[in-house]
């Protein structure tokens, strides 16, 4: 009698999408709701589109390169 019941209860999840989707953010859906807000809390604070720079150290006038260097490239299209 329960391996009835088991069973239909197995195909109302397999075959019901609503009962799917349930049953889907139950076992998962939490999770990744957790993993997407610990994420966008990791990112850089500050409003989308600014552009942050890092001051330049004292010391970085002291390098031995002047100028640029010359870098070869390839498009890829």
Do not use: C, W
Not at 38 to 49: V, W, Y
Request: no cysteine.
């Amino acid at each position: 009698m329960l391996i009835k019941y088991l069973f239909i209860a197995f195909l109302i999840i397999v075959f019901v999408p609503p009962v799917r989707r349930f049953v889907f953010y139950l076992l998962v859906g939490r999770q990744l709701v957790k993993e997407q807000k610990k994420q966008t809390s990791r990112s850089a604070p500050g409003k989308e589109g600014k552009i942050r720079v890092d001051h330049v150290p004292p010391n970085a006038n002291e390098s031995k390169i002047q100028g640029g260097d010359y870098v070869d490239y390839e498009e890829v299209k």
